[in-house]
């Protein structure tokens, strides 16, 4: 089982929609968690932290289930800009150690 | 503008060519990263360098060779590197202890 998954995709999604994305995690002893976006060919870009009780940025909302060990990132209202690949990143201590997914590619449409 | 600069954005080389990647970060951060992303790969992390000390290397193949002289600049030295090595190479820093990192544009290197 690979310590980082996700659904590769690709999301299509009709500009106006709302999408979400899960990834799951198999170190329950991970600490910190957070989704990048990468455009093509560009590098990642921190897009949210992800905390206990949910957290929200926009159009974003980023929720955590340790219970489950998944993080969801939820898009409301989807733009054109939104296309991208997102990716879940897992850190599994207090130091430096990132597990990064392999990413979910999104797609809007117009 | 992304606080961490990383030259030359291209390179192309040849297996038997002596180079290196140069990476500086403005964000007064404590750690520094190389990793190597391939096509449709997940991002694979190739050195961390923490308070200017090298504290992890993956099983990277001694062709590649980093150098932190002090905690804004991190360099990869490459030499007689193979084809599949051709790849875009990220730095990244960010501050211990749990915070997110902070990528630079990236090097696209292309092996011929």
């Known amino acids: 089982r690979k310590e980082v998954e996700q659904d590769p995709g690709p999301f299509n999604v009709p500009e106006g929609a709302t999408v979400a994305f899960n990834c799951t995690y198999s170190n329950s002893a991970s600490q910190s968690f957070f989704w990048y976006r990468q455009d093509c060919r560009k590098e990642p870009k921190l897009l949210m932290s992800?905390?206990?009780?949910?957290n929200e940025d926009g159009r974003f909302t980023a929720q955590l289930n340790r219970a489950s060990q998944y993080i969801s990132l939820l898009i409301r209202d989807s733009k054109l800009s939104d296309s991208a690949t997102y990716l879940c990143?897992?850190?599994?201590?207090?130091?430096?150690?990132?597990?990064w997914g392999a990413g979910t590619k999104l797609i809007i449409k117009p | 503008e992304t606080g961490v600069t990383q030259t030359p954005r291209h390179l192309v080389m040849g297996m038997t060519n002596k180079k290196s990647l140069k990476c500086e970060q403005h964000?007064?951060?404590?750690?520094m990263y190389w990793y190597k992303q391939s096509a449709k790969k997940p991002l694979e992390l190739m050195f961390v360098?923490?308070?200017?000390?090298?504290?992890e290397n993956n099983s990277v193949p001694s062709r590649f060779s980093p150098e932190c002289p002090n905690s804004s600049h991190l360099f990869l030295h490459l030499h007689t590197l193979q084809p599949e090595d051709s790849a875009l190479y990220l730095c990244?820093?960010?501050?211990?202890?749990?915070?997110?990192?902070?990528f630079g544009d990236g090097t696209r290197l292309s092996i011929l």
């Open positions: 360098y923490s308070l200017e000390e090298r504290v």
């Open positions: 992800v905390y206990s009780s949910g």
């Open positions: 990143v897992v850190m599994q201590d207090s130091n430096y150690q990132l597990i």
């Open positions: 964000l007064g951060h404590n750690a």
């Open positions: 990244a820093s960010s501050q211990v202890g749990g915070q997110p990192q902070h």
